[in-house]
């Protein structure tokens, strides 16, 4: 038996790093996965959604792999409807996909540059829902949707829907390992995986359990996590 079982789990910009990471949890937990990421990656780097979706299968997990950009407002109906037809219900929303360019000062940070890392870590995750080194225009587009996500916690209560935000803390994603600066704390990143407990924990929430949260990576099992009230 897994906890997820009969649950239906959407995963965006799961083709690498931490989405690909939760996809896996959440289908070895009994879940139907829904995953996506951009029909072509423009980041040039490791991974697709298919493969993915390979390694969910062979693990004999249920997997529905469907392209996504998560800044395209029309190809997120579309996802939600695909899921909405093969499903009938979607209980999980791991609204992961992001874009990671740090290194730059804010003197480099143009209006369309601030524009378009907004629409990737901000807007792309309200289309889905309903600092080290220069990460000025990174920093400010999460903070955004941390707020955004504890505004929208408050909204969906009465509807029982739990919304918290998972910090993952350093991890050795392809992400990361593309960012030259993180060769400086490498040794203290996390595989993507050991966040899995913390994402499939938080997956089983509602309003009434666990909601409008800034629930951290290292705070699992001592503030929040199964057994901590
Ligand atoms: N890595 C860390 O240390 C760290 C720390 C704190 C928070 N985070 C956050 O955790 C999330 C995942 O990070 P990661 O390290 O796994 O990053 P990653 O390795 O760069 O993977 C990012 C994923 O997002 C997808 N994506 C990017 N833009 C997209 C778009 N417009 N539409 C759809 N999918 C898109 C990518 O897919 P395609 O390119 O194939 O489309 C990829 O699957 C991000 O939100 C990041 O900000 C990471």
């Given at each position: 038996?897994?906890?997820?079982?009969?649950?239906?789990?959407?995963?965006?910009?799961?083709?690498?790093?931490?989405?690909?990471?939760?996809?896996?949890?959440?289908?070895?937990?009994?879940?139907?996965?829904?995953?996506?990421?951009?029909?072509?990656?423009?980041?040039?780097?490791a991974?697709?959604?298919?493969?993915?979706?390979?390694?969910?299968?062979?693990?004999?997990?249920?997997?529905?792999?469907?392209?996504?950009?998560?800044?395209?407002?029309?190809q997120?109906?579309?996802?939600?409807?695909q899921?909405?037809?093969?499903?009938?219900?979607?209980?999980?929303l791991?609204?992961?996909?992001?874009?990671?360019?740090?290194?730059?000062?804010?003197?480099?940070?143009?209006?369309?540059?601030?524009?378009?890392?907004?629409?990737?870590?901000?807007?792309?995750?309200?289309?889905?829902?309903?600092?080290?080194g220069?990460?000025?225009?990174?920093s400010?587009?999460?903070?955004?949707?941390?707020?955004?996500?504890?505004?929208?916690?408050?909204?969906?209560?009465?509807?029982?829907?739990?919304?918290?935000?998972?910090?993952?803390g350093?991890?050795?994603?392809?992400?990361?390992?593309?960012?030259?600066?993180?060769?400086?704390?490498?040794?203290?990143?996390?595989?993507?995986?050991?966040?899995?407990?913390?994402?499939?924990?938080?997956?089983?929430?509602?309003a009434?359990?666990?909601?409008?949260?800034?629930?951290?990576?290292?705070?699992?099992?001592?503030t929040?996590?199964?057994?901590?009230?």
């Amino acid at each position: 038996m897994g906890q997820m079982d009969g649950m239906v789990a959407i995963v965006t910009g799961a083709s690498r790093g931490l989405g690909r990471a939760i996809a896996r949890a959440y289908a070895g937990e009994g879940a139907s996965v829904v995953i996506s990421a951009r029909r072509q990656s423009p980041t040039g780097l490791a991974g697709t959604l298919e493969e993915t979706a390979t390694a969910i299968r062979n693990a004999g997990g249920d997997v529905l792999a469907i392209d996504c950009d998560v800044t395209d407002e029309a190809q997120v109906n579309e996802m939600v409807r695909q899921a909405m037809q093969r499903y009938g219900k979607i209980d999980v929303l791991f609204n992961n996909a992001g874009a990671m360019v740090l290194g730059e000062s804010i003197m480099e940070i143009d209006a369309n540059r601030w524009e378009q890392l907004m629409r990737v870590n901000v807007t792309g995750p309200m289309a889905t829902d309903p600092n080290q080194g220069g990460g000025v225009l990174y920093s400010a587009s999460k903070a955004a949707v941390h707020m955004f996500s504890y505004c929208l916690a408050e909204e969906v209560r009465d509807h029982n829907i739990a919304v918290n935000i998972l910090s993952p803390g350093g991890l050795r994603s392809e992400g990361s390992a593309a960012i030259p600066w993180t060769q400086r704390d490498w040794h203290e990143r996390v595989d993507p995986s050991a966040l899995g407990p913390c994402a499939v924990y938080l997956a089983l929430q509602d309003a009434t359990t666990f909601t409008g949260q800034l629930a951290s990576r290292f705070d699992f099992g001592t503030t929040w996590g199964p057994g901590v009230r």
